[in-house]
């Protein structure tokens, strides 16, 4: 199946202003063609209280709470899903570059991504939650199902502001024990960081029986490093700078570069984890089939 759409042009997409609109164009031009889940879980979880109304199980009022306000609430439950979706988002300084030539920053990019894949558990009705890596104060999002969860998650990536030094792998390694029930994991990053650590944390997850996939995110120039002579290259991590003439340094960044890539491939390759490399000036397309099973790494 084959499905074409203007929207799925990243210039497009960079003109259409907010998120959420975005993540609907790119569901109009691609997800849209998907079929619903055929399968919907039948256990419960607990999502939020409601005052008592005529007609109401009594089973479900919340009695700890009539104890303390003498006033009758319901619990009210949303149905658990076969599919329980956590998106990870590198919210690093290095996140935050955008070549001259480029329509997206890497972090609106792969919130463009992330929130298409959003929109689609939703509708389906499976569930979905957001983890935002950032430094300072993580943004965590528990995974839910209803629409006005995802309202807020949505609200969450469009008011981060990527920053700071990368700290995701020392932060999800302190999450992964809280994620009980088998999920899928889809991490969008950079990889700018300690290749072994981030290999061992994802790995970690794989051994909890969760699935996961990688979406290593570069922009085009950092892949092409189309730099000639004298060049200042300043950190967007912390205050560092570098000087240096880049034409000398063409063909070392380029076996370096192609090594890292080598190195996660294999490495999750042999994990089971699915990974693939791509920059922002690729059709949200390609990226979209791979992470819904259209096309193997």
Do not use: C
């Not at 994802?202 to 002579?229: C, M, N, R």
């Not at 491939?265 to 000036?281: D, E, P, V």
Request: avoid cysteine.
């Amino acid at each position: 199946m084959t499905f074409k759409s203007s929207y799925l042009d990243p210039f497009v997409l960079a003109r259409i202003g907010r998120l959420k609109v975005r993540a609907e164009k790119v569901m109009e031009g691609f997800l849209s063609g998907l079929h619903k889940s055929p399968y919907r879980g039948i256990s419960l979880e607990f999502a939020q209280h409601r005052q008592y109304a005529v007609g109401d199980e009594i089973k479900h009022i919340d009695w700890k709470i009539y104890a303390r306000t003498d006033r009758f609430f319901i619990k009210q439950f949303e149905q658990e899903t076969n599919l329980r979706l956590y998106l990870l988002l590198d919210a690093s300084g290095s996140m935050r570059f955008k070549g001259a030539k480029s329509a997206f920053s890497k972090f609106e990019y792969a919130a463009t991504l992330a929130a298409s894949l959003a929109y689609l558990t939703v509708n389906q009705g499976d569930s979905v939650g957001l983890e935002i890596f950032s430094q300072g104060a993580n943004r965590i999002v528990p995974a839910r199902s209803s629409y006005p969860h995802l309202t807020a998650l949505l609200g969450e990536m469009e008011e981060t502001r990527p920053g700071g030094g990368t700290n995701w792998i020392s932060s999800l390694t302190q999450l992964v024990p809280s994620f009980q029930k088998r999920s899928v994991f889809i991490l969008f990053s950079d990889l700018l960081e300690n290749e072994a650590e981030a290999l061992k944390v994802l790995k970690l997850l794989t051994f909890k029986k969760h699935e996961v996939a990688v979406i290593h995110l570069l922009d085009s120039d950092e892949k092409d490093f189309p730099y000639k002579g004298a060049v200042q290259f300043n950190s967007m991590e912390d205050s560092g700078h570098l000087i240096l003439n880049a034409g000398d340094f063409k063909k070392e960044y380029d076996e370096a570069l192609q090594s890292l890539i080598h190195y996660y491939r294999a490495g999750f390759r042999k994990a089971g984890i699915r990974y693939q490399f791509h920059t922002t000036a690729e059709s949200p397309d390609r990226i979209l089939r791979f992470l819904l099973g259209q096309k193997k790494n």
